[in-house]
């Protein structure tokens, strides 16, 4: 399973010697700094001959930061924290020291070769797994091949405007309680507005300093949702939040606060909840390959995709679902899974119907994202550990 170093991907923007976040002071830099080479810096990097051979390496310059970085090798800033991941030796990302060495892709691949990014492993058509020796070579359209290069699973929006299974009473003390065009916005007595606010407009927020609102912070926009029951237990998941937008807080007192939208996916109504910014960074990893046609289960961890809010109807590449399987379960941002069902004809062996790629984890569910599909999937399908 691929280990994401949990980071909030906000904001790493100004140029210095050494680099700092300024967009929020999160960290002082470090005052012990040392020799290393023909440069000084706070950390201790390993010497770049111990890399791996073929791993892809860059030398930090001035002017240089781990977001500017992310976009610069994975074309996504925001995925700046596998950078980070990559090189655990940087202790504060806020820091970061020209001269330094930074391990961009610590392996070579090959055609004979490829790490998908999990546990599992990857046969080529030089290297066949036990099930397909002496078995009729596979034709393309019988198994997708593996890509080659690291891919983002997902995107900011996949990240941040879908939403999750959660506690049905999750606390979440604050919440938008009115509008700056409060007469055009706003109905009294209505159960749910008519409409709603949108990025750039400013919100009255019910909550402030005493229930832990700074001036200066960020947060989801969450409305909560229906209760979740699993398709084939029918016992209760949790509830799903739905995530709105994304709203910064101007200024507060002891029990009420202002903001501004910064970033909405849907409209924003009166009463929808506040959610601290959580860390989540996109996973980046390389997509493995189906199943082959004779391939066995391998036996490993299952569950089930449990919903596709948002979505009704038959589930293909590019949608989004919830599975019944989370952190608790040891299941990390990264994972693949590979979707499947049982044969309608008793005796036959399973359909491989696609894989998924987990972008998101809560204590026993997760958000994923469907990579590959050979046919159509539905909730109630059932999903294996690659």
């Known amino acids: 399973m691929v280990s994401v170093r949990r980071a909030a991907p906000v904001l790493l923007l100004v140029m210095a010697i050494p680099i700092f976040a300024a967009a929020k002071k999160s960290s002082h830099p470090p005052r012990e700094l040392h020799r290393v080479g023909d440069h000084y810096t706070a950390y201790n990097p390993p010497d770049p001959s111990t890399y791996p051979a073929g791993a892809k390496t ?3 310059k001035a002017g240089d930061t781990l977001w500017a970085l992310g976009n610069q090798f994975y074309g996504n800033a925001y995925l700046w924290p596998q950078l980070w991941e990559a090189n655990t030796w940087i202790t504060d990302a806020h820091w970061i020291y020209p ?9 070579a691949t090959s055609s004979a070769s490829v790490d998908t990014g999990t546990a599992a492993t990857t046969t080529t058509q030089t290297e066949t797994s036990t099930s ?13 091949p593996v890509v080659g290069p690291p891919v983002a699973l997902g995107s900011e929006a996949d990240i941040y405007c879908y939403g999750y299974i959660g506690d049905p009473h999750e606390a979440m003390p604050n919440h938008v309680s009115s509008f700056e065009d409060v007469e055009v916005l706003y109905q009294p007595g209505a159960e749910e507005q008519t409409n709603g606010v949108t990025k750039g407009d400013l919100v009255y927020i019910e909550g402030g300093i005493a229930t832990g609102i700074t001036p200066g912070d960020v947060y989801l926009v ?14 209760l998941l949790g509830r799903y939040y739905d995530f709105r937008g994304q709203i910064r807080i101007l200024c507060a007192d002891d029990h009420s ?23 989540l960074p996109i996973p980046l990893a390389r997509i493995p390959s189906l199943p082959g046609f004779c391939d066995d289960p391998n036996g490993k961890m299952g569950g089930y995709i449990v919903s ?19 952190r608790d379960d040891q299941v990390q941002p990264g994972d693949f899974f590979t979707i499947w069902r049982e044969s309608p004809v008793a005796g036959q062996p399973r359909q491989v119907l696609g894989e998924l790629a987990v972008l998101t984890t809560e204590s026993h569910t997760s958000t994923a994202k469907i990579m590959a599909m050979r046919r159509a999937m539905v909730p109630g399908d059932r999903i294996e550990a690659k």
């Not at 001269?99 to 392996?107: A, I, S």
């Not at 397909?132 to 997708?144: D, F, G, L």
């Not at 969450?222 to 016992?235: I, L, S």
Request: aromatic share 6%; net charge negative; with cysteine.
């Open 99 to 107: 001269g330094d060495v930074l391990l961009v892709e610590g392996e």
């Open 222 to 235: 969450v409305q909560p949702g229906e209760m979740v029951y699993h398709p084939r237990t029918n016992a």
């Open 132 to 144: 397909q020796q002496n078995q009729v070579p596979m034709t393309t359209a019988e198994v997708s």
């Open 257 to 279: 606060a202002r903001a501004v939208v910064t970033d909405a996916c849907k409209e924003i109504h009166a009463g929808a909840k506040l959610k601290p910014w959580p860390q």
């Open 58 to 60: 860059y030398t930090i």
């Open 308 to 326: 596709s809010f948002g979505w009704e109807g038959a589930l293909g590449e590019g949608n989004l679902v919830m599975i019944d399987l989370g």
